[in-house]
């Protein structure tokens, strides 16, 4: 069994910024990806950003230049910094995060989402 417990959402106003964090905990031998997903109302939840094991990034054109994703392996985290914020960031964030319990096993996981509203 595996948690993701994302950290960081909120109310903040355009400009401003906020870091989300999501820790996984449980069965892992290895997180290979993670990323942050954003799902507005009305909305297909789409891909923000994304980190491999060793670092490499991809980033939604839109975010580019004002998130940075980030992952710290010994602790099983990743985040998100996001920088002047603009109203239409405004959604809930899931963490997601391929993990293999052992070198041959591995699944996707969620987090359970957090809200982040930015106002104008």
């Known amino acids: 069994q595996v948690q993701l417990v994302e950290s960081g959402g909120g109310l903040v106003q355009a400009g401003g910024s906020l870091r989300l964090s999501c820790v996984a905990s449980?069965?892992?031998?290895?997180?290979?990806?993670m990323g942050w997903y954003r799902q507005a109302p009305g909305k297909q939840r789409e891909l923000v950003a994304q980190i491999t094991f060793g670092g490499s990034t991809n980033y939604k054109d839109s975010v580019k230049g004002r998130f940075t994703i980030s992952r710290d392996n010994a602790k099983n985290t990743v985040y998100l910094q996001m920088n002047s914020l603009l109203p239409e960031d405004t959604a809930v964030y899931y963490c997601?995060?391929?993990?293999?319990?052992?070198?041959?096993?591995?699944?996707?996981?969620w987090g359970q989402g957090t809200q982040v509203t930015v106002s104008s």
């Open positions: 997601n995060a391929d993990i293999k319990a052992t070198m041959f096993t591995g699944r996707n996981y």
């Open positions: 449980g069965s892992i031998f290895i997180i290979s990806g």
